[in-house]
């Protein structure tokens, strides 16, 4: 299995920014977002796309030095990851599921239509427990982008409620990964 490692860092907004993708498209996605950011921040028109935004990073190095401004994608293999332990919980859900669904006409076993209907609602909230963190960690990543901006700017105010929503959030991604 491939993953996509984007590194950035904004020439202006201190800070490192790593991400990683399952696929390019979504890596070249954000790197587009962030070279159209940095376009905007240099008082240019964000005219990246996924076919030149290599070419507005060196425009952008060239502008403001290549130091402290950049976007990469580099691809790496990951090893001896276990690709079928990723859905365990739900696996065993659904086939907790469809155990109890063999007694769903025996009228001797009490509960059963309950059971199933959690077992299902369990099911579905697993099944969208990915989507959910990586979104929920895609705004950690735009709260800090704006602490961080605020933070230069000398917006004292700005900054703190952001630092306290940025711990609420890490709370939050520590828990949903069993931290």
């Not at 580099?74 to 063999?102: C, K, M, P, Q, Y």
């Not at 579905?124 to 959910?132: C, F, H, M, V, Y």
């Not at 105010?157 to 306290?164: A, F, V």
């Amino acid at each position: 299995m491939h993953i996509h490692i984007l590194t950035a860092e904004h020439f202006h907004v201190p800070g490192l920014i790593t991400e990683a993708h399952a696929d390019s498209s979504t890596a070249t996605l954000k790197a587009v977002e962030l070279v159209n950011i940095m376009l905007k921040d240099s008082r240019r028109k964000p005219t990246a796309t996924a076919k030149n935004w290599r070419a507005k990073v060196e425009w952008l190095q060239d502008f403001h030095g290549a130091a402290h401004c950049y976007v990469e994608i580099a691809e790496h293999e990951l090893v001896g990851l276990d690709i079928n332990s990723v859905n365990d919980t739900v696996d065993s859900l659904v086939r907790a599921e469809s155990f109890a669904a063999g007694f769903e006409d025996d009228e001797t076993q009490e509960g059963i239509p309950d059971l199933l209907a959690g077992l299902r609602k369990a099911i579905q909230r697993e099944r969208a427990r990915p989507d959910l963190l990586a979104e929920v960690k895609e705004f950690r990543r735009t709260v800090e982008y704006y602490r961080r901006r605020e933070a230069s700017s000398g917006d004292d105010e700005g900054e703190r409620l952001k630092s306290i929503k940025l711990v609420m959030l890490d709370d939050l991604i520590a828990r949903a990964e069993g931290r």
